[in-house]
Nanobody
């Protein structure tokens, strides 16, 4: 059964950094695009970044480009999101998702098949 588990969230001061991990089981990353999303209270789910299943090509939403970096380690079946220069508006629950038929480089939640449970990121002084 396909499973995704996020970890690495927590409390960080503005300007700080966090590294989120998404551990996958039940499938290998070679066959899926992996995306990172976030959702703040009262707001819709927002796509942040995705990484391809073939050559690790990366795509970033304008809101995080230059601050966040997505990467993958196929040997560990894990995708990472390095988040730098964090702002209070980055506070949200962060999710990873896998899409075998998602259209690159779109970040539409409905095109992703499997989702993790989310990890809370809070940016506050």
């Amino acid at each position: 059964q396909v499973q995704l588990v996020e970890s690495g969230g927590g409390l960080v001061q503005p300007g700080g950094s966090l590294r989120l991990s998404c551990a996958a089981s039940g499938f290998t990353l070679d066959y899926y695009y992996i995306g990172w999303f976030r959702q703040a209270p009262g707001k819709e789910r927002e796509g942040l970044s995705c990484i391809s299943s073939t050559d690790s090509s990366q795509y970033y939403a304008d809101s995080v480009k230059g601050r966040f970096t997505i990467s993958r380690d196929n040997a560990k079946n894990t995708v990472y999101l390095q988040m730098n220069s964090l702002k209070p508006e980055d506070t949200a629950v962060y999710y990873c998702a896998a899409g075998s038929s998602a259209v690159w480089p779109r970040l539409l939640p409905g095109e992703f098949d499997s989702w993790g449970q989310g990890t809370q990121v809070t940016v506050s002084s």
